[in-house]
């Protein structure tokens, strides 16, 4: 069976924002599937964001650059 974190979990693991797994999520660069009606809820495989050689995590292509006074994790 395979195992799935929460957004905060993967947030944790790899030191992001969960924001940025949201991000990430929405932009398809991080493997995901949604529980529920609607919206629904955020599952990441444990292995998501791994590289071939199994030991690096997958980076977003980019960063948003916030002002100060912006939303902060």
């Given at each position: ?70 939303a902060?994790?």
């Amino acid at each position: 069976m395979k195992k799935y974190l929460t957004v905060r979990e993967y947030a944790a693991r790899h030191m992001v924002c969960a924001a940025t797994v949201y991000a990430m999520c929405a932009q398809g660069t991080l493997p995901h599937v949604r529980l529920g009606v609607g919206r629904g809820t955020i599952r990441i495989p444990v292995d998501a964001g791994q590289s071939d050689s199994g030991n690096e995590t997958r980076q977003p292509e980019a960063f948003e650059i916030r002002q100060p006074g912006g939303a902060s994790c």
